[in-house]
T-cell receptor, first 114, second 111 residues
């Protein structure tokens, strides 16, 4: 899906280092989300945003922070990475006007914390 | 919060057979139920969704049914093909307007 990109696509880091993942959209949509995907757990919501500087916590927000200073970018930061944060991280956008409209996922970032 | 359980975790069928995946949810206020298909190493992609004011929805070989009283919904794939092999996820959007996903079903279609 050309409307959502994530960077980096792969990252290996060490325990205790800060990490920032970027989600970029080209379509000016209001709602953006960060999920993590782990075997047996499906996708779990970390944080979401409903506009510039408007963010809220999801199901598994501990150890993560987010920022959205521009409509097109939603950043996910691990302040001090731990091995339990090794996962695949997906960003998603909602292309509709209503929060219950369909979410579309980015290509994902595979993060390994050693 | 919402809790979504999905069964079975793995499903193997012969090409041409039907496949059924079932999900239950806990939040009676949930009103939106999408299904996603994820191929190995790829992003989840929406294949069909249903809202609480509808009991069934079809799109070619795929159908979804919703029973709000029992709080369960199901994905039905008919005439399965090898390219249907993937992991399928159900999800429900509850009162907090957050999607909660099931644990996934790995569908294998044997030629």
């Amino acid at each position: 899906d050309a409307g959502i990109t994530q960077s980096p696509r792969h990252k290996v880091t060490e325990t205790g280092t800060p990490v920032t993942l970027r989600c970029h959209q080209t379509e000016n949509h209001r709602y953006m989300y960060w999920y993590r995907q782990d075997p047996g757990h499906g996708l779990r919501l970390i944080h979401y945003s409903y506009g510039v500087k408007d963010t809220d916590k999801g199901e598994v927000s501990d150890g993560y922070s987010v920022s959205r200073s521009k409509t097109e970018d939603f950043l996910l930061t691990l302040e001090s990475a731990t091995s339990s944060q090794t996962s695949v991280y997906f960003c998603a956008i909602n292309r509709g006007r209503d929060v219950t409209d369909t979410q579309y996922f980015g290509p994902g970032t595979r993060l390994t914390v050693l | 919060g919402e809790n979504v359980e999905q069964h079975p975790s793995t499903l193997s069928v012969q090409e041409g057979d039907s496949a059924v995946i079932k999900c239950t949810y806990s939040d009676s206020a949930s009103n939106y139920f999408p299904w996603y298909k994820q191929e190995l190493g790829k992003r989840p992609q929406l294949i069909i969704d249903i809202r609480s004011n509808v009991g069934e929805k079809k799109d070619q070989r795929i159908a979804v049914t919703l029973n709000k009283t029992a709080k369960h919904f199901s994905l039905h794939i008919t005439e399965t093909q090898p390219e249907d092999s993937a992991v399928y996820f159900c999800a429900a959007m509850g009162a907090g307007n957050m999607l909660t996903f099931g644990g996934g079903t790995r569908l294998m279609v044997k030629p």
